[in-house]
């Protein structure tokens, strides 16, 4: 059972562009949702990552919105650069079980020049 | 502060062999999760150490199993392998089990023949 649904697939943006992707969950005990970047070859390393008592988080040129209602969170990268190409996975876990982590499909994303 | 180490890298078995892949976490990390990474099935949570406890468990056959040493330091065991088992073996520490940021290693890529 896919508690965690990823859109789209796949996605080209210019550079320059924004890169947004979105993810659905339905285990309302989930609190904890972290986005990851994997490059080929390499593991997952952690992007950005909010909890359910705040709507948006912004680091950099990387904001998480979050909608508790509608179940939905998304990843918006801003300025995307051909650097950011790369594999992007969210996930979501419960609370004081962070390490057990349910992930999203993932989603390459190619920056084009 | 080294990342979290796998080994070996790369393996190749045959059906019917058993196989132990190694991870060391990130020092003073004590908790240890291992996900399984294919493109069909994606990134699947497998088992969390913690202490030298094992705190929790996904959804794979008894034929995975795994321990963590008093130095944190983790292994997985898989016995009897099948084609289905070829995959990217991911290790990943956090400092607590319960609310910390998952840092990953490289994986080890087995491949079962």
């Known amino acids: 059972q896919q508690q965690v649904k990823q859109s789209p697939q796949s996605l080209i943006v210019q550079k320059g562009g924004i890169s947004i992707i979105n993810c659905a969950y339905e285990?309302?005990?989930?609190?904890?949702f972290p986005w990851y970047q994997q490059f080929p070859g390499k593991g997952p390393a952690l992007l950005i990552a909010?909890?359910?008592?705040?709507s948006e988080k912004k680091e950099g040129r990387f904001t998480i919105s979050f909608n508790k209602s509608a179940k939905q969170f998304s990843l918006h990268i801003m300025d995307s650069q051909p650097g950011d190409s790369a594999t992007y996975f969210c996930?979501?876990?419960?609370?004081?079980?962070?390490?057990?982590?349910?992930f999203g499909t993932g989603t390459r994303l190619q920056v084009t020049l | 502060k080294a990342g979290v180490t796998q080994t070996p890298r790369y393996l190749i078995k045959t059906r019917g062999q058993q196989v132990t892949l190694s991870c060391s976490p990130i020092?003073?990390?004590?908790?240890v999760s291992w996900y399984q990474q294919t493109p069909g099935q994606g990134l699947q949570f497998l088992f969390e150490?913690?202490?030298?406890?094992?705190?929790n468990k996904g959804n794979f056959p008894g034929r995975f199993s795994g321990r963590q040493f008093s130095n944190s330091r983790s292994e997985m065991n898989v016995s009897t392998l099948e084609l289905g088992d070829s995959a990217l073996y991911l290790c990943?520490?956090?400092?607590?089990?319960?609310?910390?940021?998952?840092?990953f290693g490289p994986g080890t890529r087995l491949t079962v023949l």
């Open positions: 990943a520490s956090s400092w607590d089990k319960g609310t910390d940021t998952q840092y």
């Open positions: 285990n309302t005990a989930f609190d904890y």
């Open positions: 909010i909890r359910p008592d705040v």
């Open positions: 996930a979501a876990s419960m609370a004081g079980t962070a390490s057990k982590l349910t």
């Open positions: 020092s003073g990390h004590r908790s």
């Open positions: 150490y913690f202490s030298e406890t094992q705190r």
